[in-house]
Protein backbone atom coordinates (compact mmCIF):
# COMPACT_ATOMS: atom_id res chain seq x y z
CA UNK A 1 0.00 0.00 0.00
CA UNK A 2 1.65 3.65 -1.06
CA UNK A 3 2.58 5.99 1.98
CA UNK A 4 1.27 9.25 0.60
CA UNK A 5 2.48 11.31 2.98
CA UNK A 6 5.19 13.76 1.61
CA UNK A 7 8.21 14.34 4.06
CA UNK A 8 10.27 17.09 4.98
CA UNK A 9 13.18 17.64 2.91
CA UNK A 10 16.22 17.35 5.21
CA UNK A 11 17.74 20.30 3.89
CA UNK A 12 15.95 22.41 1.51
CA UNK A 13 13.04 24.37 3.20
CA UNK A 14 11.46 25.32 0.43
CA UNK A 15 9.85 29.15 -0.96
CA UNK A 16 7.04 30.50 0.74
CA UNK A 17 4.98 31.34 -2.00
CA UNK A 18 3.92 29.29 -5.54
CA UNK A 19 6.09 26.91 -7.41
CA UNK A 20 5.27 27.36 -10.63
CA UNK A 21 6.40 25.48 -13.86
CA UNK A 22 6.39 27.03 -17.35
CA UNK A 23 6.32 24.57 -20.21
CA UNK A 24 6.69 26.67 -23.62
CA UNK A 25 5.44 23.77 -26.02
CA UNK A 26 7.93 22.88 -28.91
CA UNK A 27 10.81 25.46 -27.69
CA UNK A 28 14.09 23.47 -27.99
CA UNK A 29 18.14 24.18 -28.29
CA UNK A 30 18.82 24.67 -31.24
CA UNK A 31 21.81 24.73 -33.49
CA UNK A 32 21.46 28.94 -33.71
CA UNK A 33 21.27 28.87 -37.47
CA UNK A 34 19.14 30.33 -39.95
CA UNK A 35 16.55 27.86 -39.20
CA UNK A 36 16.24 28.08 -35.07
CA UNK A 37 13.21 30.36 -35.05
CA UNK A 38 14.11 30.15 -31.09
CA UNK A 39 17.37 31.79 -30.98
CA UNK A 40 16.08 34.50 -34.15
CA UNK A 41 13.45 35.70 -31.55
CA UNK A 42 13.69 38.38 -29.68
CA UNK A 43 13.76 37.07 -26.17
CA UNK A 44 14.64 39.09 -23.51
CA UNK A 45 13.38 37.43 -20.61
CA UNK A 46 14.69 34.26 -21.89
CA UNK A 47 17.81 35.99 -21.89
CA UNK A 48 17.83 37.48 -18.61
CA UNK A 49 17.07 33.45 -16.94
CA UNK A 50 20.02 32.45 -18.78
CA UNK A 51 21.76 34.87 -16.90
CA UNK A 52 20.01 34.84 -13.99
CA UNK A 53 18.35 31.40 -12.67
CA UNK A 54 19.83 28.27 -12.55
CA UNK A 55 20.30 26.91 -16.07
CA UNK A 56 20.87 24.02 -17.76
CA UNK A 57 18.89 21.70 -20.68
CA UNK A 58 17.26 18.36 -20.23
CA UNK A 59 16.72 15.06 -22.24
CA UNK A 60 12.98 14.88 -23.59
CA UNK A 61 12.95 12.81 -26.79
CA UNK A 62 13.84 8.94 -27.27
CA UNK A 63 14.88 6.46 -24.02
CA UNK A 64 14.50 9.60 -21.63
CA UNK A 65 11.00 10.19 -22.23
CA UNK A 66 10.19 6.17 -22.70
CA UNK A 67 10.21 5.82 -26.21
CA UNK A 68 11.80 2.56 -28.12
CA UNK A 69 15.02 4.57 -29.35
CA UNK A 70 16.88 7.99 -29.01
CA UNK A 71 16.09 8.36 -32.68
CA UNK A 72 12.67 8.71 -31.73
CA UNK A 73 11.57 12.25 -31.19
CA UNK A 74 9.75 13.36 -28.07
CA UNK A 75 6.04 14.68 -27.92
CA UNK A 76 3.82 16.72 -26.14
CA UNK A 77 1.91 13.37 -24.26
CA UNK A 78 4.91 11.44 -23.52
CA UNK A 79 6.95 14.87 -22.32
CA UNK A 80 4.55 15.66 -19.99
CA UNK A 81 4.13 12.09 -18.50
CA UNK A 82 7.39 12.25 -17.52
CA UNK A 83 7.30 15.64 -15.66
CA UNK A 84 4.06 14.94 -13.83
CA UNK A 85 4.99 10.86 -12.98
CA UNK A 86 8.95 12.08 -11.90
CA UNK A 87 10.07 8.83 -13.73
CA UNK A 88 10.66 7.12 -17.07
CA UNK A 89 7.63 4.46 -17.72
CA UNK A 90 7.57 2.64 -21.20
CA UNK A 91 5.48 4.44 -23.75
CA UNK A 92 2.57 3.50 -26.33
CA UNK A 93 5.21 2.56 -28.99
CA UNK A 94 7.59 0.49 -26.88
CA UNK A 95 4.79 -1.62 -26.07
CA UNK A 96 3.00 -2.43 -28.93
CA UNK A 97 6.18 -3.33 -30.23
CA UNK A 98 6.56 -6.17 -27.39
CA UNK A 99 3.50 -7.23 -28.20
CA UNK A 100 3.85 -7.67 -31.96
CA UNK A 101 7.21 -9.34 -31.60
CA UNK A 102 5.92 -11.36 -29.39
CA UNK A 103 2.83 -12.42 -30.63
CA UNK A 104 0.83 -11.57 -27.91
CA UNK A 105 -1.16 -8.66 -29.74
CA UNK A 106 -2.41 -11.33 -32.37
CA UNK A 107 -2.91 -14.33 -29.52
CA UNK A 108 -5.07 -11.54 -27.57
CA UNK A 109 -8.76 -11.29 -27.05
CA UNK A 110 -9.62 -8.19 -29.03
CA UNK A 111 -7.65 -8.84 -31.96
CA UNK A 112 -9.54 -12.32 -31.89
CA UNK A 113 -12.89 -10.35 -31.47
CA UNK A 114 -12.36 -7.99 -34.14
CA UNK A 115 -11.38 -10.49 -36.73
CA UNK A 116 -13.66 -13.17 -36.35
CA UNK A 117 -16.60 -10.63 -36.22
CA UNK A 118 -15.30 -9.39 -39.86
CA UNK A 119 -14.77 -13.05 -41.08
CA UNK A 120 -18.05 -14.55 -39.54
CA UNK A 121 -19.98 -11.31 -40.95
CA UNK A 122 -17.87 -11.81 -44.71
CA UNK A 123 -17.21 -8.24 -44.01
CA UNK A 124 -13.48 -6.34 -44.55
CA UNK A 125 -10.84 -5.88 -41.94
CA UNK A 126 -10.47 -1.61 -41.64
CA UNK A 127 -7.97 -0.17 -40.61
CA UNK A 128 -7.91 3.86 -39.80
CA UNK A 129 -4.98 5.74 -38.66
CA UNK A 130 -1.91 7.82 -39.19
CA UNK A 131 0.12 6.74 -42.29
CA UNK A 132 3.79 7.94 -41.19
CA UNK A 133 6.60 6.67 -39.23
CA UNK A 134 7.11 9.51 -36.84
CA UNK A 135 6.23 7.19 -33.83
CA UNK A 136 4.17 9.96 -32.18
CA UNK A 137 0.53 9.08 -33.07
CA UNK A 138 1.57 5.79 -35.09
CA UNK A 139 3.87 3.88 -36.75
CA UNK A 140 3.65 2.27 -40.38
CA UNK A 141 5.23 -0.75 -39.32
CA UNK A 142 2.93 -1.36 -36.46
CA UNK A 143 -0.01 -1.39 -39.49
CA UNK A 144 2.18 -3.91 -41.72
CA UNK A 145 2.59 -6.06 -38.79
CA UNK A 146 -1.30 -6.36 -38.57
CA UNK A 147 -2.17 -6.61 -42.11
CA UNK A 148 0.46 -9.54 -42.04
CA UNK A 149 -1.29 -11.06 -39.02
CA UNK A 150 -4.58 -10.63 -40.55
CA UNK A 151 -3.89 -12.39 -43.71
CA UNK A 152 -2.11 -15.42 -41.91
CA UNK A 153 -5.56 -15.54 -40.05
CA UNK A 154 -7.31 -15.60 -43.25
CA UNK A 155 -9.05 -12.03 -43.59
CA UNK A 156 -9.41 -12.05 -47.25
CA UNK A 157 -10.77 -8.69 -47.39
CA UNK A 158 -9.03 -4.99 -45.73
CA UNK A 159 -9.68 -1.57 -46.35
CA UNK A 160 -7.81 1.73 -44.88
CA UNK A 161 -8.60 4.82 -44.32
CA UNK A 162 -5.50 6.73 -44.28
CA UNK A 163 -4.74 10.16 -42.37
CA UNK A 164 -1.99 12.20 -44.00
CA UNK A 165 0.92 13.44 -41.80
CA UNK A 166 3.58 16.12 -42.57
CA UNK A 167 3.32 17.32 -39.14
CA UNK A 168 5.63 14.30 -37.20
CA UNK A 169 7.33 13.71 -40.25
CA UNK A 170 8.29 16.09 -43.61
CA UNK A 171 5.66 18.23 -44.39
CA UNK A 172 5.11 16.91 -48.17
CA UNK A 173 6.32 13.07 -47.58
CA UNK A 174 2.98 11.03 -48.20
CA UNK A 175 3.61 9.66 -51.37
CA UNK A 176 6.95 7.61 -49.54
CA UNK A 177 4.98 6.01 -47.15
CA UNK A 178 2.17 5.22 -49.68
CA UNK A 179 4.57 3.63 -51.99
CA UNK A 180 5.68 1.50 -48.70
CA UNK A 181 2.10 0.64 -48.10
CA UNK A 182 1.29 -0.39 -52.11
CA UNK A 183 4.47 -2.76 -51.72
CA UNK A 184 2.87 -4.22 -48.67
CA UNK A 185 -0.25 -4.65 -50.38
CA UNK A 186 1.13 -6.02 -53.74
CA UNK A 187 2.51 -8.56 -51.69
CA UNK A 188 -0.22 -9.75 -49.65
CA UNK A 189 -2.46 -9.48 -52.50
CA UNK A 190 -0.66 -11.64 -54.30
CA UNK A 191 -2.91 -14.39 -52.71
CA UNK A 192 -5.77 -14.42 -55.36
CA UNK A 193 -8.41 -14.22 -52.41
CA UNK A 194 -7.05 -11.31 -50.80
CA UNK A 195 -8.25 -7.97 -51.11
CA UNK A 196 -6.27 -5.15 -49.16
CA UNK A 197 -6.84 -1.68 -50.56
CA UNK A 198 -7.01 1.98 -49.43
CA UNK A 199 -10.31 2.96 -49.52
CA UNK A 200 -9.89 6.99 -47.72
CA UNK A 201 -7.89 9.40 -46.68
CA UNK A 202 -7.04 12.88 -46.21
CA UNK A 203 -4.99 15.24 -44.35
CA UNK A 204 -4.12 14.82 -40.39
CA UNK A 205 -5.69 18.54 -39.84
CA UNK A 206 -8.96 18.55 -41.88
CA UNK A 207 -10.60 15.00 -40.74
CA UNK A 208 -10.49 12.76 -37.67
CA UNK A 209 -7.60 13.42 -35.61
CA UNK A 210 -9.48 16.48 -33.48
CA UNK A 211 -9.01 16.49 -29.76
CA UNK A 212 -9.92 18.59 -26.53
CA UNK A 213 -13.46 18.80 -27.99
CA UNK A 214 -11.71 21.85 -30.49
CA UNK A 215 -13.30 20.90 -33.39
CA UNK A 216 -15.84 17.96 -34.12
CA UNK A 217 -16.64 19.28 -37.51
CA UNK A 218 -12.94 17.58 -38.32
CA UNK A 219 -14.31 14.20 -36.34
CA UNK A 220 -17.28 14.56 -38.54
CA UNK A 221 -15.74 14.76 -42.01
CA UNK A 222 -13.44 11.74 -41.22
CA UNK A 223 -16.78 9.78 -40.07
CA UNK A 224 -18.36 10.11 -43.54
CA UNK A 225 -14.92 9.67 -45.25
CA UNK A 226 -14.09 6.47 -43.78
CA UNK A 227 -17.90 4.92 -42.64
CA UNK A 228 -20.37 6.64 -45.28
CA UNK A 229 -18.00 6.62 -48.27
CA UNK A 230 -19.15 10.51 -48.90
CA UNK A 231 -16.20 12.32 -50.53
CA UNK A 232 -14.46 13.47 -53.14
CA UNK A 233 -14.35 10.32 -55.36
CA UNK A 234 -10.43 9.57 -56.82
CA UNK A 235 -9.71 5.90 -58.71
CA UNK A 236 -5.99 6.15 -56.52
CA UNK A 237 -4.67 7.10 -53.96
CA UNK A 238 -2.08 8.83 -55.63
CA UNK A 239 -4.02 10.87 -58.14
CA UNK A 240 -5.92 12.08 -55.08
CA UNK A 241 -2.89 13.54 -53.57
CA UNK A 242 -1.50 14.88 -56.61
CA UNK A 243 -4.60 16.72 -57.83
CA UNK A 244 -5.53 17.96 -54.40
CA UNK A 245 -1.75 19.23 -54.32
CA UNK A 246 -1.72 20.34 -57.81
CA UNK A 247 -4.77 22.49 -57.06
CA UNK A 248 -3.76 23.96 -53.62
CA UNK A 249 0.34 24.79 -54.41
CA UNK A 250 2.43 24.71 -51.66
CA UNK A 251 -0.28 22.89 -49.22
CA UNK A 252 1.09 20.39 -46.60
CA UNK A 253 -0.07 16.69 -46.44
CA UNK A 254 -1.59 17.42 -42.81
CA UNK A 255 -4.17 20.30 -44.68
CA UNK A 256 -5.39 17.80 -47.82
CA UNK A 257 -8.68 17.87 -48.29
CA UNK A 258 -10.83 14.34 -47.87
CA UNK A 259 -10.53 11.93 -50.34
CA UNK A 260 -12.55 8.90 -51.34
CA UNK A 261 -11.18 5.79 -53.26
CA UNK A 262 -13.57 4.47 -56.04
CA UNK A 263 -13.51 1.67 -58.28
CA UNK A 264 -15.08 1.80 -62.10
CA UNK A 265 -18.39 2.21 -61.61
CA UNK A 266 -17.62 5.11 -59.27
CA UNK A 267 -18.72 3.74 -55.98
CA UNK A 268 -16.77 4.12 -53.21
CA UNK A 269 -14.45 0.77 -52.57
CA UNK A 270 -14.90 0.76 -48.84
CA UNK A 271 -17.15 2.16 -46.58
CA UNK A 272 -18.11 0.43 -43.05
CA UNK A 273 -20.68 -1.59 -43.01
CA UNK A 274 -22.45 -3.86 -40.59
CA UNK A 275 -20.88 -7.01 -39.85
CA UNK A 276 -17.15 -5.12 -40.23
CA UNK A 277 -14.25 -5.41 -38.10
CA UNK A 278 -12.42 -1.83 -36.98
CA UNK A 279 -9.15 -1.26 -35.78
CA UNK A 280 -7.81 2.17 -34.74
CA UNK A 281 -3.84 2.10 -34.79
CA UNK A 282 -3.27 5.34 -33.42
CA UNK A 283 -1.65 4.87 -30.28
CA UNK A 284 -1.27 8.33 -28.72
CA UNK A 285 -4.84 9.13 -27.03
CA UNK A 286 -5.21 12.87 -27.60
CA UNK A 287 -6.34 12.58 -31.52
CA UNK A 288 -7.74 9.38 -31.26
CA UNK A 289 -10.76 9.82 -28.11
CA UNK A 290 -13.23 11.55 -30.38
CA UNK A 291 -13.10 9.25 -32.99
CA UNK A 292 -13.48 6.51 -30.95
CA UNK A 293 -16.72 7.61 -29.14
CA UNK A 294 -17.92 8.39 -32.82
CA UNK A 295 -17.40 4.47 -32.83
CA UNK A 296 -18.41 3.48 -29.36
CA UNK A 297 -21.45 6.05 -27.76
CA UNK A 298 -24.68 4.65 -28.33
CA UNK A 299 -25.52 8.74 -26.83
CA UNK A 300 -23.56 10.81 -29.35
CA UNK A 301 -24.52 14.88 -29.63
CA UNK A 302 -21.63 15.76 -31.77
CA UNK A 303 -22.78 15.15 -34.99
CA UNK A 304 -25.65 13.10 -36.79
CA UNK A 305 -23.35 10.36 -37.85
CA UNK A 306 -26.39 8.78 -40.13
CA UNK A 307 -27.01 5.24 -39.95
CA UNK A 308 -24.18 3.72 -37.38
CA UNK A 309 -23.21 0.41 -39.04
CA UNK A 310 -23.15 -2.36 -36.38
CA UNK A 311 -19.06 -3.04 -36.29
CA UNK A 312 -16.19 -4.86 -33.84
CA UNK A 313 -14.70 -1.60 -32.68
CA UNK A 314 -11.19 -1.89 -31.30
CA UNK A 315 -8.23 0.95 -30.44
CA UNK A 316 -4.54 0.49 -30.92
CA UNK A 317 -4.25 1.22 -26.91
CA UNK A 318 -7.18 2.42 -24.48
CA UNK A 319 -7.02 6.32 -24.80
CA UNK A 320 -8.51 7.17 -21.35
CA UNK A 321 -8.58 4.88 -18.73
CA UNK A 322 -11.01 6.65 -16.59
CA UNK A 323 -13.59 7.43 -19.26
CA UNK A 324 -13.11 3.59 -20.39
CA UNK A 325 -12.53 5.40 -24.15
CA UNK A 326 -12.37 3.19 -26.22
CA UNK A 327 -14.34 0.10 -24.91
CA UNK A 328 -12.18 -2.28 -26.83
CA UNK A 329 -8.34 -2.28 -27.20
CA UNK A 330 -5.70 -4.50 -28.41
CA UNK A 331 -2.63 -3.46 -26.11
CA UNK A 332 -2.82 -2.42 -22.84
CA UNK A 333 -1.01 1.47 -22.04
CA UNK A 334 1.29 2.28 -19.37
CA UNK A 335 0.50 1.90 -15.90
CA UNK A 336 1.26 5.20 -14.69
CA UNK A 337 1.11 5.42 -11.06
CA UNK A 338 1.82 8.13 -8.04
CA UNK A 339 2.41 11.01 -10.43
CA UNK A 340 3.04 14.44 -8.88
CA UNK A 341 0.02 15.76 -8.58
CA UNK A 342 -1.83 13.00 -6.71
CA UNK A 343 0.85 13.07 -4.42
CA UNK A 344 -0.23 16.47 -3.73
CA UNK A 345 -3.74 16.32 -3.57
CA UNK A 346 -3.43 13.26 -1.22
CA UNK A 347 -1.63 16.10 0.81
CA UNK A 348 -4.04 18.81 0.66
CA UNK A 349 -1.84 21.15 -0.81
CA UNK A 350 -3.50 23.15 -3.28
CA UNK A 351 -2.41 22.79 -7.19
CA UNK A 352 -3.65 25.28 -10.48
CA UNK A 353 -3.21 23.96 -14.20
CA UNK A 354 -4.04 26.15 -16.88
CA UNK A 355 -4.13 25.94 -20.92
CA UNK A 356 -5.61 26.77 -24.12
CA UNK A 357 -8.04 24.02 -25.50
CA UNK A 358 -4.80 22.91 -27.80
CA UNK A 359 -2.65 22.04 -24.72
CA UNK A 360 -5.38 21.55 -21.82
CA UNK A 361 -5.02 17.90 -21.25
CA UNK A 362 -1.16 18.01 -21.18
CA UNK A 363 -1.27 20.09 -17.76
CA UNK A 364 -3.86 17.76 -16.60
CA UNK A 365 -4.53 14.06 -18.47
CA UNK A 366 -1.46 13.26 -19.62
CA UNK A 367 0.49 15.03 -16.60
CA UNK A 368 -1.75 12.92 -14.34
CA UNK A 369 -0.35 10.07 -15.91
CA UNK A 370 -3.26 9.91 -18.14
CA UNK A 371 -5.87 10.00 -15.94
CA UNK A 372 -9.11 12.05 -16.52
CA UNK A 373 -10.23 14.31 -14.01
CA UNK A 374 -9.14 15.90 -10.58
CA UNK A 375 -7.52 13.88 -7.31
CA UNK A 376 -9.49 16.33 -5.33
CA UNK A 377 -12.03 19.18 -6.41
CA UNK A 378 -11.32 21.03 -3.13
CA UNK A 379 -7.81 21.54 -3.93
CA UNK A 380 -7.24 21.80 -7.85
CA UNK A 381 -8.18 24.48 -10.44
CA UNK A 382 -8.14 22.86 -13.58
CA UNK A 383 -8.61 26.29 -16.45
CA UNK A 384 -8.83 25.88 -19.81
CA UNK A 385 -8.80 29.09 -22.07
CA UNK A 386 -10.45 28.02 -25.53
CA UNK A 387 -8.40 28.31 -28.34
CA UNK A 388 -8.75 29.77 -31.89
CA UNK A 389 -10.09 27.81 -34.61
CA UNK A 390 -8.24 29.73 -37.31
CA UNK A 391 -4.90 28.56 -38.73
CA UNK A 392 -2.11 28.65 -35.93
CA UNK A 393 -0.02 30.92 -38.30
CA UNK A 394 -2.28 33.42 -38.64
CA UNK A 395 -2.37 34.18 -34.95
CA UNK A 396 0.91 32.74 -33.44
CA UNK A 397 0.25 34.97 -30.31
CA UNK A 398 -2.56 31.95 -29.79
CA UNK A 399 -4.17 32.75 -25.85
CA UNK A 400 -0.98 33.64 -24.75
CA UNK A 401 -1.38 36.39 -22.88
CA UNK A 402 -4.90 35.04 -21.18
CA UNK A 403 -3.25 31.67 -19.95
CA UNK A 404 -1.01 34.39 -17.73
CA UNK A 405 -4.30 36.72 -17.40
CA UNK A 406 -5.76 33.85 -15.46
CA UNK A 407 -2.52 32.42 -13.83
CA UNK A 408 -1.46 35.43 -12.18
CA UNK A 409 -5.02 36.34 -11.23
CA UNK A 410 -5.12 33.10 -9.54
CA UNK A 411 -2.01 32.86 -8.13
CA UNK A 412 -1.85 36.28 -6.17
CA UNK A 413 -4.90 35.00 -4.39
CA UNK A 414 -1.97 33.11 -2.45
CA UNK A 415 -4.34 29.94 -2.88
CA UNK A 416 -1.95 27.94 -4.44
CA UNK A 417 1.46 26.49 -3.87
CA UNK A 418 1.95 24.55 -7.25
CA UNK A 419 1.26 25.61 -10.59
CA UNK A 420 1.43 24.51 -13.96
CA UNK A 421 1.01 26.24 -17.53
CA UNK A 422 1.49 25.09 -20.92
CA UNK A 423 2.38 27.99 -24.09
CA UNK A 424 1.29 25.92 -26.91
CA UNK A 425 2.80 28.47 -29.36
CA UNK A 426 6.23 27.36 -30.30
CA UNK A 427 4.84 23.67 -30.96
CA UNK A 428 1.20 24.52 -32.93
CA UNK A 429 2.70 27.07 -34.97
CA UNK A 430 6.15 25.09 -35.52
CA UNK A 431 3.65 22.48 -37.18
CA UNK A 432 2.80 24.62 -39.70
CA UNK A 433 6.10 25.10 -41.17
CA UNK A 434 5.46 28.81 -41.10
CA UNK A 435 9.09 30.40 -40.31
CA UNK A 436 8.53 33.98 -39.95
CA UNK A 437 4.95 32.91 -37.39
CA UNK A 438 7.53 30.66 -35.41
CA UNK A 439 9.83 33.38 -34.38
CA UNK A 440 6.57 35.69 -33.76
CA UNK A 441 4.78 32.52 -31.58
CA UNK A 442 8.69 32.24 -29.58
CA UNK A 443 8.19 36.15 -28.95
CA UNK A 444 4.79 36.02 -27.83
CA UNK A 445 5.72 33.28 -25.62
CA UNK A 446 8.41 35.45 -24.09
CA UNK A 447 6.63 38.52 -23.69
CA UNK A 448 4.28 36.60 -21.01
CA UNK A 449 7.39 35.23 -19.21
CA UNK A 450 8.30 38.79 -18.61
CA UNK A 451 4.98 39.29 -17.01
CA UNK A 452 5.05 36.21 -14.71
CA UNK A 453 8.87 37.00 -13.09
CA UNK A 454 7.87 39.77 -11.06
CA UNK A 455 4.87 38.34 -9.97
CA UNK A 456 6.79 35.26 -8.40
CA UNK A 457 9.37 37.71 -6.43
CA UNK A 458 6.95 39.10 -5.08
CA UNK A 459 4.71 36.24 -3.66
CA UNK A 460 8.39 34.67 -2.72
CA UNK A 461 7.93 31.72 -5.39
CA UNK A 462 10.36 29.69 -7.56
CA UNK A 463 9.96 30.08 -11.46
CA UNK A 464 10.50 26.98 -13.46
CA UNK A 465 10.90 27.54 -17.01
CA UNK A 466 11.42 24.67 -19.97
CA UNK A 467 9.57 22.83 -22.82
CA UNK A 468 8.31 19.27 -23.62
CA UNK A 469 10.74 18.86 -26.76
CA UNK A 470 11.52 20.78 -29.23
CA UNK A 471 9.68 21.87 -32.99
CA UNK A 472 10.62 26.12 -33.44
CA UNK A 473 14.20 25.54 -32.78
CA UNK A 474 14.10 23.51 -36.18
CA UNK A 475 12.58 24.92 -39.43
CA UNK A 476 14.24 23.98 -41.71
CA UNK A 477 14.86 20.27 -42.77
CA UNK A 478 18.25 19.14 -42.28
CA UNK A 479 20.72 16.54 -43.80
CA UNK A 480 21.63 13.81 -41.50
CA UNK A 481 25.15 13.31 -42.12
CA UNK A 482 25.89 16.65 -42.89
CA UNK A 483 23.69 18.55 -40.51
CA UNK A 484 23.30 21.29 -44.21
CA UNK A 485 20.02 22.74 -44.60
CA UNK A 486 18.40 20.90 -47.03
CA UNK A 487 16.84 23.02 -50.12
CA UNK A 488 15.16 22.99 -53.13
CA UNK A 489 16.05 23.43 -56.90
CA UNK A 490 15.47 27.02 -56.64
CA UNK A 491 17.38 27.10 -53.18
CA UNK A 492 15.25 27.71 -51.17
CA UNK A 493 15.52 26.14 -47.49
CA UNK A 494 12.83 22.77 -47.33
CA UNK A 495 10.34 23.44 -44.52
CA UNK A 496 10.28 21.10 -41.39
CA UNK A 497 6.80 20.74 -39.43
CA UNK A 498 7.84 18.07 -36.93
CA UNK A 499 9.91 17.16 -33.93
CA UNK A 500 12.98 17.95 -33.38
CA UNK A 501 15.84 15.72 -30.90
CA UNK A 502 17.48 18.55 -28.98
CA UNK A 503 17.41 19.17 -25.50
CA UNK A 504 15.05 21.85 -23.92
CA UNK A 505 15.87 24.57 -22.01
CA UNK A 506 15.87 24.30 -17.96
CA UNK A 507 15.45 27.72 -16.02
CA UNK A 508 14.92 27.78 -12.41
CA UNK A 509 14.57 31.52 -10.72
CA UNK A 510 13.75 32.61 -7.58
CA UNK A 511 14.85 35.17 -4.94
CA UNK A 512 13.14 33.19 -1.90
CA UNK A 513 16.13 30.59 -1.50
CA UNK A 514 20.00 29.55 -2.15
CA UNK A 515 20.02 27.10 -5.42
CA UNK A 516 22.85 24.63 -6.06
CA UNK A 517 22.54 22.37 -8.96
CA UNK A 518 22.63 18.72 -7.86
CA UNK A 519 25.79 16.81 -9.67
CA UNK A 520 23.30 14.44 -11.86
CA UNK A 521 24.64 12.87 -15.13
CA UNK A 522 21.55 12.20 -16.86
CA UNK A 523 18.82 14.99 -16.55
CA UNK A 524 15.76 14.54 -18.03
CA UNK A 525 12.04 15.50 -17.94
CA UNK A 526 11.60 12.88 -15.53
CA UNK A 527 13.55 15.28 -13.14
CA UNK A 528 11.05 17.65 -13.28
CA UNK A 529 8.74 16.44 -10.61
CA UNK A 530 11.21 15.97 -7.97
CA UNK A 531 12.83 19.07 -8.52
CA UNK A 532 9.14 21.06 -8.40
CA UNK A 533 9.04 18.73 -4.49
CA UNK A 534 12.47 20.16 -3.64
CA UNK A 535 11.34 23.79 -4.22
CA UNK A 536 8.47 23.40 -2.22
CA UNK A 537 10.59 21.82 0.88
CA UNK A 538 9.53 18.19 0.33
CA UNK A 539 12.09 15.02 -0.65
CA UNK A 540 11.17 13.45 -3.52
CA UNK A 541 8.98 10.21 -3.04
CA UNK A 542 10.74 6.47 -3.19
CA UNK A 543 11.75 5.67 -6.71
CA UNK A 544 11.09 9.34 -7.99
CA UNK A 545 14.07 10.41 -10.28
CA UNK A 546 16.19 12.61 -8.62
CA UNK A 547 15.91 16.58 -8.33
CA UNK A 548 18.16 18.74 -10.23
CA UNK A 549 18.57 20.63 -6.76
CA UNK A 550 20.07 20.26 -3.59
Not at 367 to 394: C, H, K, Q, V
Request: hydrophobic share 35%; with cysteine.
Amino acid sequence: MTDWRLAKHPRLPGVSGPVLVVVMDGVGCGSHDEGDAVWLARTPNLDFLAHNALTTTLAAHGRAVGLPSDDDMGNSEVGHNAMGAGRVFDQGAMRINESIASGALFNGSEWKRVTSFARDHGQPLHFIGLLSDGNVHSNIQHLFAMLRGASRDGIEKVRLHILLDGRDVPATSALTYLDALERELASLNLRSDRDYRVASGGGRMKITMDRYNADWSMVERGYRTHVHGQGRAFHSTQAAIATLRDEQKGIDDQNLPPFVIVSDDGLPVGPIRDGAGVILFNFRGDRAIEISRAFDDDSFPYFDRGQRPNVAFAGMMQYDGDLKIPHHYLVSPPTIDRTLGEYLARNNISQFACSETQKYGHVTYFWNGNRGGMFDAANETYLEIPSDTLPFEERPWMKAAEITDATLQNLVTGKYKHARINFPNGDMVGHTGNYESSIVAVEAVDIQIGRIIPVIEKLNGALIVTADHGNADEMFETDRKTHLIVRDASGHARAKTSHTLNRVPFHIYTKAAELKRAPIKTQGLSNIASTVLSLMGYAPPEGYDPSLIE
